[in-house]
């Protein structure tokens, strides 16, 4: 009878006391309840009005764009007009500016990141561009037969497997160029490197942008970043425009303090310009503009500067050093899609730019899946595996103690690749990825965190 006692007794008290827990529990979770806000972070499952006062701001330039749109019809005037909406724009927001700059992470300028202006829609632009990406057929029939076709439909049906943060914008936006600008700068990076076709040239699925260029500096002066060119594969590439093209890059837009130059190991500050698909024209082409008996020769002139080839296979190698370029980069996201892009082949690269005094510059990504638009090239895809995948590229990289690193993207949105923040977004046909458990901004916190470490042990490699 006393142990039953006993034991009823204990009982009682185990109850009362887990009682008591639960409600301390309860008590707590209710006080959080209530401290949270009521648009926290994920809380609105479309990403839209995130950034209300960033709406308010693109609401009133849009109605100020169109209202000269209907005044003036032609095309300079309208860039101008651009322009000076950016410009007042930057007025009205500079004085808090330098109170922001205590608060960003200063610019690494040997991190450099890829950045593509050809976005557009109704607001700025008449009409969407590149977000209304068609879904490219297999090159094979038989392959092609089995997958989907058409185009996307934006705003809710985007040619992109995540969704911007920003929703479907257009790149001629103030209000996007300076919320971009902003984000570079808060993940460490320090040269945009924008991706450029000559005047009155685009990529098939885009329209002109080199009249946007002179936004993209004095926004980027502002956040004291720097700019430099990705020189896109562009109609009848060869050194001839090419040395047409660098010095209308170099006179036109050179003098601007935003430009970015590059300190060589001589003491030269010399302009750089990364070469998309390179390799398309053959070596003896790219010498007669890139070496000093070639019969177009840019070099001792006043637009020598430093050219990177992009390298995909392994032979490209000896081609690159043929013709007169000054490093090559890697630019692919998917590890093990080239050999250029294969982490375990950047440290032979890196060996044989060190032997023959060229500059080896691995771009590393977030990931890579460009099903929305290529729907059969899912062999392709690199799964992000909430940043370990990033992580990993950045580990590889810093192994081979680069001179620079480049990032594939900041918002090549079709690919997969961007850093870019991105929200959850569900419509009836659509289930976007996201950046999930992590916020929005978790890819740009994580080039902050690889910026300062490449930083460090740089300074490590010097000593």
């Known amino acids: 009878i006393l142990n039953y006692d006993i034991m009823a007794r204990f009982r009682r008290r185990t109850c009362i006391i887990l009682l008591l827990f639960i409600l301390f529990i309860c008590s707590i979770m209710m006080a959080l ?9 994920f809380g609105d499952p479309f990403g839209l009005g995130l950034l209300p006062e960033l709406q308010q701001r693109t609401v009133l ?3 100020k764009q169109n ?13 101008t007009n651009l322009r000076s909406i950016a410009v007042n724009t930057m007025k009205a927001s500079m004085s808090p500016v330098n109170k922001m700059e205590e608060e960003l992470s200063s610019p690494n300028y040997n991190f450099h990141i890829f950045y593509y202006t050809w976005y557009g829609n109704p607001q700025f632009d008449g009409k969407y561009i590149h977000w209304n990406h068609p879904l490219l057929p297999h090159w094979d029939p038989k392959i092609a037969n089995n997958y989907p076709k058409g185009r996307h439909n934006p705003p809710e049906d985007i040619g992109a497997n995540f969704y911007p943060e920003l929703g479907s914008y257009s790149s001629k936006d103030p209000a996007v160029i300076e919320a971009h600008m902003k984000q570079m700068r808060s993940a460490s990076t320090g040269v945009i490197v924008l991706s450029w076709y000559p005047p009155g040239m685009a990529d098939e699925n885009g329209e002109p942008t080199d009249d946007l260029v002179p936004v993209i500096l004095d926004y980027a002066h502002k956040y004291n970043l720097k700019v430099t060119f990705h ?9 001839r425009s090419m040395y047409h093209n660098v010095k209308y890059i170099i006179d036109k837009y050179g003098g601007h303090p935003a430009f970015y130059r590059h300190k060589t190991s001589t003491g030269r500050f010399l302009p750089l310009f990364y070469v998309y698909d390179s390799y398309v024209t053959i070596p003896e082409i790219w010498a007669n503009l890139l070496t000093v008996s070639g019969s177009q020769s840019i070099r001792n002139t006043p637009y020598d500067a430093l050219f990177i080839a992009l390298l995909v296979e392994e032979r490209h190698k000896h081609d690159i050093h043929r013709s007169g370029f000054d490093g090559m980069y890697t630019y692919f996201a998917t590890n093990g899609f080239s050999y250029g892009s294969s982490h375990h082949n950047w440290a032979s690269l890196k060996a044989f730019c060190d032997s023959n005094n060229l500059m080896f510059i691995p771009s590393v990504g977030p990931g890579y899946i460009d099903t929305s638009i290529r729907p059969w090239n899912n062999h392709n895809t690199r799964n992000r595996v909430n940043g370990k995948y990033y992580e990993t590229a950045f580990s590889a990289a810093l192994l081979v103690r680069p001179e620079i690193i480049s990032i594939t993207s900041f918002n090549e949105w079709h690919e997969g690749t961007q850093i870019e923040k991105a929200v959850p977004k569900r419509t009836g046909q659509v289930v976007y990825l996201d950046y999930k458990p992590h916020k929005p901004n978790i890819y740009l916190e994580l080039t902050q965190k690889w910026s300062e470490k490449y930083r460090k042990e740089q300074e490590q490699w010097l000593m």
């Not at 309840?33 to 972070?41: F, S, Y």
């Not at 209202?67 to 860039?79: A, E, H, K, P």
């Open 33 to 41: 309840k209530t401290l949270r806000p009521d648009r926290a972070g």
């Open 61 to 63: 330039l849009d109605s």
């Open 67 to 79: 209202s000269l749109n209907r005044i003036q019809g032609d095309t300079v005037t309208r860039v």
């Open 231 to 239: 020189i896109e594969p562009y109609k009848d590439r060869d050194d």
